[in-house]
């Protein structure tokens, strides 16, 4: 029987219904955080503490508008613990990667791919050994993110999503930033089958992300220059 190599959690912040993802290796111990929120910090250092994983590397998906990453909050757990930010989002962190930089979380790898257009510093995760992807906001289930402000471009989103995302195998499963209707989990074959938005031609797309007409986020205030700053207040 093989020996399990993947400790894998996915929590959820209910204020921002944001999904925090821990990836750890199970061999060596060593682990990553995706996308912490600061208000579940602690329990998310807890938790990783419990499973006695060695934290190194916090990655944000994007500078958020939603809510305030947890990155600078676990550092001060976690010291060696290194935040990480896309090379095109403008914003501070311990590591800015590049465009399909490799990531190693002890036996694993994880591959950055930049996916812009919902921000100009998107990036999605890819763990090809497992079959695994984060995509941040770039693309949610049956949906995707807003394109109306904070450097969003409808036609760079929807290159993006099928260049970086729907080029990946029909089995890959997708974990995203968020979900609103209490959906966990998609795949990129139903995604590139069943989006209601990422089906359509890209002329259309553009089109219907220029007229959604949505609020700005609650908390963009005091998330998006914190979030410029790793979650320093």
């Not at 089906?199 to 609020?215: G, P, R």
């Amino acid at each position: 029987m093989n020996t399990p190599t993947l400790i894998f959690r996915q929590l959820f912040e209910a204020t921002s219904s944001t999904y925090t993802y821990i990836i750890g290796c199970a061999v060596t111990r060593a682990a990553a955080i995706i996308d912490p929120v600061l208000e579940t910090a602690e329990r998310d250092a807890k938790l990783i503490s419990q499973l006695n994983l060695d934290l190194q590397l916090g990655l944000n998906t994007h500078v958020h508008a939603d809510h305030i990453t947890g990155t600078a909050a676990l550092a001060k757990l976690f010291p060696s613990m290194k935040s990480c930010l896309s090379d095109e989002s403008g914003a501070k962190a311990d590591r800015l990667l590049k465009h399909h930089e490799k990531l190693r979380i002890g036996n694993l790898e994880m591959k950055c791919s930049h996916t812009p257009g919902h921000t100009n510093g998107c990036s999605s995760f890819i763990l090809n050994s497992e079959g695994l992807i984060f995509t941040g906001d770039a693309l949610l289930i049956r949906g995707c993110g807003r394109t109306d402000f904070q450097q969003g471009d409808a036609g760079r989103l929807y290159d993006s999503v099928w260049t970086e995302i729907f080029s990946l195998p029909d089995n890959y499963t997708i974990f995203p930033g968020h979900d609103y209707q209490g959906h966990m989990s998609t795949s990129v074959g139903e995604e590139r089958k069943l989006n209601p938005r990422l089906t359509l031609q890209k002329k259309e797309f553009v089109h219907l992300m220029n007229n959604l007409k949505l609020a700005y986020p609650k908390q963009i205030e005091k998330a998006l220059p914190a979030n410029l700053k790793n979650g320093e207040m």
